[in-house]
C-alpha cells in the first residue's frame, strides 16, 4: 500500500487479556519504529527493527511486551496480560535506511477496561 | 527532564491570524528536527525536516526557522485555517542515533 498500515485502529480488551496489534509498514522500508502515546503525552519509544540487525527493544516497559518483525515486512506488538497503563495509542512508523523522513500509520487506539 | 519543550502547550486562535509555535531541544549532537501535525485520531504527518545547515524552510503556510546555535525551533502558520487545528510535534534526531527525540507538542484551535 501507499501508506503505513496498522490494525485494528481500536481494540477495547479487559485486564489481564493478551493483546497483539499489526503494523504493515510501506513496501521497501527497512526502518520500523513501534511508539506510544499516552492520552496528553509525547510520543514514547518502544522498540526499533533495521532490516535483519537485532532489534533494538531498549524502549519496551516491561516484559509483558514483545514485539516481532520478519524480515521487512509485517511487525506485531505483542501485550501480554493487559493492565489499565497500558491504555494508550500506539503508533508504528517507517523508513528507508538512514536519517530520512519518517512515515506514521495512524496508530491503535488501545483501551483496558 | 524530555530532550525537546514545546510551547505554548496549547493555543487557541482566530481563523486567518497567525501564529507561532516554540521548541527547545538538548539533544546532541544535532541531526535534525522535524515538525509534525497529528489530527485528533490520526498519526503525525511530516511538515518540514531541517538539518544543521538549514535556518528556515517553508511548506505552503507553514515556515519552520531553526537556531542550531541556541537550540531553539519555531514553526510559524500564516493565515491559519480550520483545518490546521492539531497538536504540532517537534521531533529531534542525534546524530548517530536511530530513535527519535519527540516533544509533547503543541494543541493548536484555530476557531472561526
Known amino acids: 500500500g501507499a501508506g503505513v498500515s496498522q490494525s485494528p485502529s481500536n481494540k477495547v480488551t479487559e485486564k489481564g487479556k493478551d493483546v497483539e496489534l499489526r503494523c504493515d509498514p510501506i513496501s521497501g522500508h527497512t526502518a520500523l519504529y513501534w511508539y506510544r502515546q499516552r492520552l496528553g503525552q509525547g510520543l514514547e519509544f518502544l522498540i526499533y527493527?533495521?532490516?535483519?540487525?537485532?532489534?533494538?527493544k531498549s524502549g519496551l516497559p516491561s516484559d509483558r511486551f514483545s514485539a516481532e518483525r520478519t524480515g521487512e515486512s509485517v511487525s506485531t506488538l505483542t501485550i501480554q496480560r493487559t493492565q489499565q497503563e497500558d491504555s494508550a495509542v500506539y503508533l508504528c512508523a517507517s523508513s528507508r535506511e538512514g536519517p530520512g523522513g519518517y512515515t506514521f500509520g495512524s496508530g491503535t487506539r488501545l483501551t483496558v477496561v | 527532564k524530555n530532550q525537546v519543550e514545546q510551547s505554548p502547550q496549547s493555543l487557541i486562535i482566530l481563523e486567518g491570524k497567525n501564529c507561532t509555535l516554540q521548541c527547545n531541544y538538548t539533544v546532541s549532537p544535532f541531526s535534525n528536527l522535524r515538525w509534525y501535525k497529528q489530527d485528533t485520531g490520526r498519526g503525525p504527518v511530516s511538515l518540514t525536516i531541517?538539518?544543521?545547515?538549514?535556518n528556515t524552510k517553508s511548506n505552503g503556510r507553514y515556515t519552520a526557522t531553526l537556531d542550531a546555535d541556541t537550540k531553539q525551533s519555531s514553526l510559524h502558520i500564516t493565515a491559519s485555517q480550520l483545518s490546521d487545528s492539531a497538536s504540532y510535534i517537534c521531533v529531534v534526531r542525534a546524530y548517530g542515533n536511530n530513535r527519535l527525540a519527540f516533544g509533547k507538542g503543541n494543541q493548536v484551535v484555530v476557531i472561526p
Open positions: 527493527f533495521q532490516g535483519n540487525s537485532a532489534p533494538d
Open positions: 531541517m538539518t544543521f545547515s538549514e
